[in-house]
Structure formats: C-alpha cells, structure tokens
C-alpha cells in the first residue's frame, strides 16, 4: 500500500528501549488486536518523544496516560507529557491511511482538557523508522472531530513555534507546573508503597517539622472519624543572597467517597516566623479558594482550607514572597 | 532536604536575574544584547542597521548555547546559513522584525530588563529554527532518517520485528510468556463486575445503558462502535448517553482500574 506523506514530515529512527518497551506493553494486553494498537502507540510516543527532546522542549515520557499499564489496558491513549505546556497525543498513521482516527470517547473531558495537539506519526510497512507528519492544535477539546486528514496538518516547524509560545506564556503566567499532586492516591495508601518521585518529597510532619510543631497539625484530623493523611515538604525560595525555607503540609480528609477537604498550612523552617509579605494562595480556574498574608511581624503559620473538593478537581498553591514564587498543582 | 527533591513538584520562578555569570559569557551577552538593541532599534534597512546586523550575525554562530550538528552527510553552514538569513530578512530586505517579535513574544523589556537575559532567550528560539533548517536537509537528501536519541546518539536502535505485519506474532508471543496478562485479568475483571457496580451505574430511567455496556462496546470492540448507534440500539437519548458515559462511566473505570492495579501489586 502506498503512503500518504505530507511535505514537511520528518523520518525519525527509534532507540532499542523504544522497541522492547513496546513490545513489554503490548504483551500485557487482554488481546492481539489491543496489544498491536499498544505496540504501535508506545512507538509514537518515543518518537514524539526524541524529537521534542531534541528541539529542547522538556517531555516526561513517564508521566502520560499510556505510561499507566491499567489505564493503557483500557482506552487508547498515547499521549506525551509536556510538563508545564499539556500533553500531546501521538496517533500512529498506518500505510494507506489519509486521515489521523481521534479517539474522543475514551477519556473523560477533565483529561481532555490538557491535550494542546494532536501529532500524526507514520508508519511504513518497514519498522525501521516512523515519520512524523505533522500537527494540529487542540484549543478546545469539546470541538474535535473524530479524524483529522493528513493534508490539513500544520508543520512540525509551526509546531515547535506554538509550543515555544505556550512553554514562554505558561512561565510569564507562573503557570509552570511539572506535574500535580495525586491526593487522592494519598488516601488509597499507596504513598509508601509506590516509587513515584513525586511522592518521596512528602515526608511524615515530623520528619520535618520535628515533634513539637507537629502538634499544630491535630487540628487538621480532629472531630471527625473520617480517613485522612498528612504529609510534608521542604520549599527553598531563594532571593539573591537570602534562602526561605518552608514546610508546606498538606491534610487530605476523606468526607465520603465524592468530598474531601484539604487542609494546608505554611510554616518557616531556618526562622522563628514566617517572613513579613509571604504570600500563601489556593486558586483553581473559577478563582481564589482561599489565602493569606503575613501582615504583621511574629506570625509562626499560617492555613488554607480547601472545603468539599471533588475527586479528579485540581487546584493549585502558589507561596511567594519579595517577587520569588513556587506553584504547585494538586488532583484531588 | 534538598532544593533538588522538591523541585520535582515544585517550581521555583526566579524573577530576578542571577549575578553568577562568568566573565566571557558575560561580556558576549552584553556584546550580544547591545547589537539587539542596535538592530531593533534602527530604522528597518537602514545603514545603521545594517551595520549592526551585520556584527550580530556574525557573533551568534560563536555564542554559548549554539546548537553544533555532527554528521558528515550534513554541511553544518548550510542550515546555519539558512537559519540566519532567516531571522535577519523580512519581505525580502533586511529587517528587525523577528527580532522585535521575539522581544514581544517573550515579553521582554529592551531598555529595562538586565541584558543578560537576552541571550539565553534567544538561543533556545534560533536553535529550534537552525535544528528545523537541519531536518529539511535530511528530508531534501532523500528521507534519510534522523536519529535523535540524545542520551546514545552512536547507537541506533533495531526493530525486534521486520516489518508491521509481524507485529501481531510478536504480540501473541509476548503475550503467552505471561500466565494472564494484566490487561486480560483487568478485562475479566470489568466483564465480571462481581459487585455490580458497573450494571447499576445507568442513566435514570435507562437500565440498558449501563457503564459495563459501554465498556464492552466503547473500549473492548475493536472497532468501537460509535456512541450514536449505541443510543440508537439501547432507545437512548445520544446527548444523555454521551454524557453519562464520558462524566460517569469514564471517571468510574479509569478509578476501577487504577485500584485494581495497586491490589495486583500489593
């Protein structure tokens, strides 16, 4: 069969790891079908992978969707994460193919919502390499079609300029974000039992607060029989030659199987107090949920509460101070 | 702890510019942000600018952070070249204009913000365009595949198969050395629903339409049939069983699977 190429794409070979991923993933599927659409998307994505990594965008090849062996098992994904900008989703093109086949019914529009683009990456009846074909943003997910024709995609040199402005708009937005904070998996317990990164830099309260302070923290869990888990982390916001450090801690209480409330408090770790103008804020995309200043001098924590927060919700933390500000995301 | 450890879910945004340059990146930069400012500021065309575009275009193939291309079917110049000329002419003649749009772009402030901060800005821009004049020379030569692993650019990987059409033994194989796969015992699981949570999980009034029906025909047909016929089939509402399916059953089996992973692996 014949190949639809369009006039920009660009023949990429793959790694050895790209090949025996691959072939790892498809073998865990329920069936040979499923396995080879698993096969071919782990191929995509690599692809993808090393082109953007090359063009010196940042990926996480790990952190995507079709990185997850259970959920891979069940839908079609094969995106690419972007830390920061969104993901990308990597639609493998088979020979005589002229249109790249969307699937817009296996992911919940919450998730849809990061996809920035799709790319098309063609195969060829020889596995020797894949091309990449080209691009097509994604602005609002609600609006995709099912396919997409090849000769309607935009070039990988527009792609580069588009995520280029999305990487600098998302950092003059302080709008980075590497990846959020799964709290939810905090409450299924598997933070001590998962090697997840992110996760090992949320400690036990006193592991850096010390005992004493951590006394503070019973206020988060009491009156209620509801399941929670507290955690902490070390902030260094460094200002020329002046380092803050901080505990954020972080209380999930479980109210039911659909609610839970987030208790988060600030509190100075190399001072007695918080510095004067630390700013301490919890937003999502309708607004402030909640924030606090330090106005007045002596002030040794200060709290957020975040109530009735719905799985799968996000929202985000940002602590700033003299113009220097860290941002974290959160799924609840 | 660390800076590092945190900086993993964290990110630190220094508004400020660091004052640890070294010296010969720092006397480029400077070089560098005066002859932006000569060329942005000039009259477009002009001698002036010109002059100053002319120095510019000279210093950036020696400026820290250029991207260096090494393969001898490749003449490094000729994407350089191209790249240069590329930001340097507009409509034809000499201009500032991607330079001006890349100071917007960025949202840089010319006469405020520190000059060192110009360089690095534009070099993570005019590498992306020098690597985009690479690939078309490859793609001119011949569609001659660019290898871009980075972490082991000599060594290039081999298919374990040949060809697309073996790929379907190769999975079968791969899937026999395992007892049952995760994604079968997973599959067996839904179909199951031991509990019912999945058959009891429907629109109001529409028992037929419940997630482990849509599952079987959304995620285990192969091809999936369309959500259309679905609500055809079931005498359902399309909008209804669309919603119902990607807000409801969606979230439902994405939570199902995810814990039916952590119990395999505990």
């Known amino acids: ?332 | 702890m660390d800076t590092e450890s945190v900086c993993v879910s964290w990110v630190i945004l220094e508004k400020s510019t660091s004052s640890l340059v070294k010296m010969s990146t720092e006397n480029q930069d400077v070089q560098f942000y005066q002859l932006l400012v000569g060329v942005i500021k000039s009259a477009d065309g002009s001698r002036e600018q010109i002059n100053f575009m002319n120095n510019l275009l000279k210093l950036i193939p020696n400026l820290k952070g250029i991207y260096k291309h090494y393969d001898s079917c490749i003449d490094y110049q000729e994407p350089l070249n191209l790249a240069l000329t590329s930001i340097s002419i507009y409509n034809g003649n000499i201009s500032g204009y991607h330079f001006r749009k890349l100071i917007y772009s960025r949202q840089l402030d010319i006469d405020n913000d520190s000059p060192y901060i110009f360089r690095p800005k534009f070099i993570k821009w005019f590498n992306r365009i020098l690597k985009n004049k690479i690939t078309d020379i490859y793609r001119r030569q011949g569609n001659q595949p660019l290898f871009l692993d980075l972490d082991n650019p000599g060594v290039q990987g081999k298919p374990l198969i040949e060809t697309l059409s073996e790929i379907d033994k190769l999975v079968r194989e791969e899937q026999e050395k395992v007892n049952v796969p995760i994604g079968r015992q997973l599959w067996n699981y839904i179909e199951e629903d031991s509990e019912g949570i999945l058959r009891n999980c429907h629109p109001k009034n529409c028992s037929q339409a419940h997630c482990q029906e849509l599952a079987k025909r959304l995620l285990f047909k192969n091809p999936p049939d369309k959500l259309t016929h679905i609500a055809r089939d079931l005498n359902v509402n399309n909008q209804t069983l669309n919603s119902h399916w990607k807000r409801t059953c969606l979230p439902l089996l994405r939570s199902i699977a995810k814990q039916f992973g952590y119990r395999q692996d505990n």
């Open chain 1, 1 to 332: 069969m014949s190949s639809i190429d369009t006039f920009f794409s660009i023949p990429v070979k793959l790694n050895n790891q790209a090949y025996s991923d691959a072939k790892k993933f498809a073998g865990e599927q329920a069936t040979v079908e499923k396995g080879k659409q698993v096969y071919l998307n782990t191929l995509a994505v690599y692809a993808v992978d090393s082109y953007l990594k090359w063009m010196d965008f940042e990926t996480d090849i790990t952190q995507g969707d079709c990185w997850n062996p259970r959920i891979r098992a069940i839908s079609d994904v094969a995106d690419l994460v972007l830390p920061g900008i969104g993901k990308l989703e990597c639609r493998p093109v088979l020979p005589g193919e002229t249109t790249i086949h969307l699937p817009p019914d296996n992911l919940p529009p919450e998730l849809m919502s990061d996809r920035i683009g799709y790319i098309a990456v063609q195969f060829e009846e020889k596995l020797d390499k894949v091309n990449l074909l080209g691009f097509c943003p994604l602005d609002n997910s609600e609006d995709t079609g099912e396919e997409i024709k090849i000769s309607e995609l935009k070039s990988l040199e527009e792609m580069t300029e588009y995520l280029g402005d999305l990487e600098e708009k998302s950092l003059s937005q302080d709008r980075l974000y590497q990846m959020s904070v799964n709290l939810s998996q905090w409450l299924e317990g598997i933070i001590d039992n998962i090697d997840n990164h992110i996760d090992k830099a949320w400690k036990p309260v006193e592991e850096i607060l010390g005992i004493n302070k951590t006394q503070l923290m019973l206020t988060a869990r009491r009156g209620d029989n509801s399941s929670s888990v507290i955690r902490a982390t070390e902030i260094n916001l460094q200002r020329e030659d002046i380092v803050y450090s901080f505990a954020l801690v972080v209380a999930v209480i479980s109210k039911s199987s659909d609610k839970r409330d987030i208790c988060l408090q600030i509190h100075p770790l190399n001072q007695a107090y918080l510095p004067l103008n630390l700013k301490f804020v919890a937003s999502n995309e309708s607004g402030i949920l909640a924030q606090e200043e330090a106005k007045h001098r002596k002030r040794e924590w200060m709290q957020l509460n975040v109530k009735e927060g719905k799985p799968q919700e996000e929202f985000t933390v940002k602590i700033e101070i003299d113009g220097v500000i860290a941002i974290g995301k959160f799924l609840i």
